[in-house]
T-cell receptor, first 110, second 114 residues
């Protein structure tokens, strides 16, 4: 499984755009990049997934450069309810499961 | 509501007790997972079942015994646990096993071993 590195914590004010970058230098050709969100005492929830370039959904955008050695999760105009831990995962299509690292703890304040 | 339910939500047990955690998914998925999340630690994958067959056992002690009687139900049988086994136990399911497929998590069982 490709190893991922992301900041331990980030702080933001309400209404700002938050970008969380994840490094995955040894990503393999078959690997997809997936981001999950977890609130305290709850299970993680899928946010977005991509393979290359840019992916956007109603919640976030995911930017992946051509070399795919990193990715950036972008959360537009965060609110207090976006305070959570965000996990970057890299997993191959045919592998069994994903490896959740320590994640990035995002704190949004007024 | 993710379509994955877990019972009980909270469990306190002594080290000599035997208990079971139950997970049920209503999504028609073929893969199910058990994760452990200790305080201040990342999620640890424990077991993976694909089409009711165990396909991964992530070096979990034998005091944890999984059971998957069908593709909708997953159990984790617990016996002679240690205090360090106190954690949030999460069940998840996905369409099929694989890093590509979105995993749907249940709310978890908060286990305390005394």
């Amino acid at each position: 499984l490709a190893k991922t590195t992301q900041p331990i914590s980030m702080d933001s004010y309400e209404g700002q755009e938050v970008n969380i970058t994840c490094s995955h230098n040894n990503i393999a050709t078959n690997d997809y990049i997936t981001w999950y969100q977890q609130f305290p005492s709850q299970g993680p929830r899928f946010i977005i997934q991509g393979y290359k370039t840019k992916v956007t959904n109603e919640v976030a955008s995911l930017f992946i450069p051509a070399d795919r050695k990193s990715s950036t999760l972008s959360l537009p105009r965060v609110s207090l309810s976006d305070t959570a831990v965000y996990y970057c995962l890299v997993g191959e299509f045919s592998g069994y499961a994903l490896n959740f690292g320590k994640g990035t703890s995002l704190l949004v304040t007024p | 509501e993710t379509g994955v339910t877990q019972t009980p939500r909270h469990l306190v047990m002594g080290m000599t007790n035997k208990k079971s955690l139950k997970c049920e998914q209503h999504l028609g998925h073929n893969a199910m997972y058990w994760y452990k999340q200790s305080a201040k630690k990342p999620l640890e994958l424990m077991f993976v079942y694909s089409l009711e067959e165990r396909v991964e056992n992530n070096s979990v002690p034998s005091r944890f015994s999984p059971e998957c009687p069908n593709s909708s139900h997953l159990f984790l049988h617990l016996h002679t646990l240690q205090p360090e086994d106190s954690a949030l136990y999460l069940c998840a399911s996905s369409l099929t096993s694989g890093g590509y497929y979105e995993q749907y998590f249940g709310p978890g069982t908060r286990l305390t071993v005394t």
